[in-house]
């Protein structure tokens, strides 16, 4: 399912969400365009990464395997604003 965001003037659709991604020195490196429009790339490794609460001295909350975490950017990243996505909310 695409996310498209209308343009100024309603006439171009803009695609949120991800964009495409490779695989660079076993890391996926994500081209996302979030719910506000704002493009990034995310880096993270194709084994998995630790999720920590920040908040709480970095409390480990959980693992994410990186097909899994591709899979969250791809089915969720456009609902998102950029400052607001936190893995943590995938857990």
Not at 18 to 34: K, P, Q, S
Not at 44 to 50: E, H, L, Q, R, S
Request: charged letters at 35%; glycine letters at 12%.
């Amino acid at each position: 399912m695409k996310n498209l965001e209308a343009e100024p003037g309603g006439e171009q659709k803009k695609e949120r969400g991800v964009l495409g991604y490779r695989i660079e020195n076993d890391r996926y490196v994500v081209n996302v365009r979030w719910k506000d429009g704002t493009e990034t790339e995310r880096h993270f490794p194709v084994a998995g990464f630790d999720v920590v609460d920040p908040g709480n001295g970095n409390k480990h909350l959980g693992s994410i395997k990186g097909k899994d975490a591709l899979k969250i950017l791809q089915d969720h990243a456009g609902e998102y604003d950029h400052e607001e996505f936190s893995w943590r909310n995938f857990l």
